[in-house]
C-alpha cells in the first residue's frame, strides 16, 4: 500500500505545502502568502487550512505524517518555536501541538537549514554519504550537520548555527556577535559591499543588472559579466565563506560540504575561492572533502520536511 507525506515549507513571506512519495516524488505542490502582519492565530489557521487540502487528496490512513521545515530559533524536539525574525509576535509558539491537534496526524517540524541538510542527505548531492555539511547560502547563512547518517542537533537542537562563526574582525552582526560569517559571505553582505564600493565613487555596471535595488543576484551577473568591482566583491565574500567551510571541515571531518541557497547559483565564482582555500590551507587528511552544489534547488525545504518525517517514522 503506497503511503505518503504531507511537506510543508515555510520561509519569509510564502510558504509551500506539497503531497509526497517517501522517494521524493513531488505532488500537489501549492504556494501561500504567509501575511505575517495579521497575526499569529491567521497565519496557522492559514497553514492548517492549506495542509487540510492536501491531507483531502489522499487516503487520511496512509499518511506517515506531516512534516514541517519551519524559520528558527525552535526546538525541534517539543516543536516549540522561539522567536522567529520573519513573524513578529511570535514567541514560544507550540506548532507542533496546535497543528497535530488541528490535523489529527502526527507532525514533526524542524529547523529549516537542518531540514535542508536532511534532505539533501537522503535526495540530494549528499546521498550514501554518512557525514556531510550543509551550508545555505542567501539573505543569511544557515547550516545543517549530519553526523553518522543523523542530524546533529545539541542541547537544546540549535546546533548548525554556523552564519554566527566569528570569522574576522568586522561589522555588527544582528545577533550580537562581531564578524560572523554571515555578515560577511552572505546575500546581504554582498550586497552592502557592492553598496559602499559605489558610495566611494567606484565605476561599476552593477546596477544595469539591479531591478531597482542592489542584491548578490546582481552583483554576482555583474561579476560572470566581467565587472572588475563585482568580481572583487564577490570574491572577497567567497574568500570569507571558505574560511567558514574550513572551519567545518577541521571540526566535523565531513566526506563533503554541500552548498545551496541563492548566492551558490554564482557557481564557480563561488566554488572556486572556497575549494582554493580548503585544498591550500586544510590539514593533509581533511584536504578530500568535497565541496559540491546542492542538487534540490527550491524544493530542499519540502524534500527535507519529507526526509524529516521518514527518519522520525524509522527511528
Not at 512519495?21 to 497553514?47: E, F, M
Not at 489529527?104 to 535526495?123: C, K, Q, S, T
Not at 567606484?202 to 565587472?227: K, L, N, Y
Request: hydrophobic residues 45%; charged residues 20%; glycine residues 14%.
Amino acid at each position: 500500500m503506497e503511503s505518503y507525506i504531507i511537506a510543508i515549507d515555510m520561509g519569509g513571506t510564502r510558504f509551500r505545502v506539497a503531497v509526497a512519495s517517501p522517494s521524493g516524488k513531488l505532488a500537489h505542490r501549492k504556494g501561500y502568502t504567509t501575511r505575517a502582519d495579521q497575526g499569529r492565530d491567521a497565519v496557522i489557521s492559514r497553514i492548517a487550512h492549506a495542509a487540510g487540502e492536501a491531507i483531502s487528496s489522499v487516503p487520511r490512513e496512509q499518511i506517515l505524517g506531516v512534516g514541517f521545515a519551519a524559520p528558527g530559533p525552535l526546538d525541534p524536539r517539543t516543536g516549540v518555536i522561539t522567536t522567529p525574525p520573519n513573524l513578529p509576535g511570535w514567541k514560544d509558539v507550540p506548532l507542533k501541538a496546535i497543528l497535530g491537534e488541528a490535523l489529527g496526524l502526527p507532525v514533526y517540524i524542524g529547523n529549516d537549514a537542518n531540514l535542508a541538510a536532511l534532505g539533501e542527505h537522503r535526495f540530494g548531492s549528499g546521498r550514501g554519504l554518512g557525514h556531510l555539511v550543509y551550508l545555505t547560502v542567501s539573505t543569511g547563512i544557515g547550516a545543517g550537520i549530519i553526523v553518522n547518517g543523523r542530524l546533529l542537533l545539541g542541547e537544546d537542537g540549535l546546533a548548525g548555527e554556523a552564519g554566527h562563526m566569528t570569522i574576522a574582525e568586522g561589522p555588527p552582526c544582528k545577533c550580537g556577535n562581531i564578524g560572523c560569517l554571515e555578515i560577511l559571505a552572505s546575500g546581504l553582505a554582498i550586497a552592502r559591499h557592492a553598496e559602499e564600493r559605489m558610495a566611494a565613487g567606484q565605476q561599476t555596471s552593477i546596477p544595469r543588472f539591479a531591478r531597482g535595488e542592489i542584491t548578490a543576484e546582481a552583483v554576482s551577473a555583474a561579476a560572470q559579466a566581467g565587472d572588475r568591482v563585482a568580481r572583487e566583491v564577490l570574491d572577497r565574500a567567497a574568500n570569507y565563506l571558505g574560511i567558514g567551510v574550513l572551519n567545518l571541515v577541521h571540526i566535523f571531518n565531513p566526506q563533503a560540504v554541500i552548498i545551496g541557497g541563492g548566492v551558490s547559483q554564482a557557481g564557480d565564482l563561488l566554488f572556486g575561492p572556497v575549494r582554493r582555500i580548503v585544498e591550500a590551507r586544510a590539514m593533509p587528511n581533511f584536504r578530500k572533502v568535497r565541496i559540491l552544489p546542492a542538487a534540490l534547488g527550491d524544493d530542499v525545504g519540502l524534500l527535507g520536511a519529507v526526509a524529516l518525517v521518514l527518519a522520525e517514522a524509522s527511528a
